[in-house]
């Protein structure tokens, strides 16, 4: 089992910024930050191979968001710029241990912490 702690969740006006982070309790795969939005459905975000380091992000964050990962720490970090209304919803971390292709598919992963909200005001 893994458990799956976020934090950095907060209010913060468009155009401002924060940082999300999520504390892993053991060994991961890959990990991926989600998020949903009131009345959507949860979308993925970015996600980070925690071996080789390898790093994808959805269309709609690329350019604003980055992913990283301390191993050390075992916690992964998103840091959000360029905050748009649009970006306010529950994130969550989600950790898969199966190996293979990781995607933003929610059924893959194993793994999810409780969330953290962000609001961002217009």
């Known amino acids: 089992q893994v458990q799956l702690v976020e934090s950095g969740g907060s209010s913060v006006q468009a155009g401002g910024s924060l940082r999300l982070s999520c504390a892993a309790s053991g060994y991961t795969y890959c990990m991926t930050w989600f998020r949903q939005a009131p009345g959507k459905e949860r979308e993925g975000v970015a996600r980070?191979?925690?071996?080789?380091?390898?790093?994808y992000y959805a269309d709609a964050v690329k350019g604003r968001f980055t992913i990283s990962l301390d191993n050390a720490k075992k916690t992964l970090y998103l840091q959000m710029n360029s905050l748009k209304p649009e970006d306010a919803a529950m994130y969550y971390c989600a950790a898969d241990r199966n190996g293979g292709v990781c995607g933003f598919i929610n059924d893959r992963y194993n793994f999810w912490g409780q969330g953290t909200q962000v609001t961002v005001s217009s």
């Open positions: 980070i191979y925690t071996g080789s380091g390898n790093i």
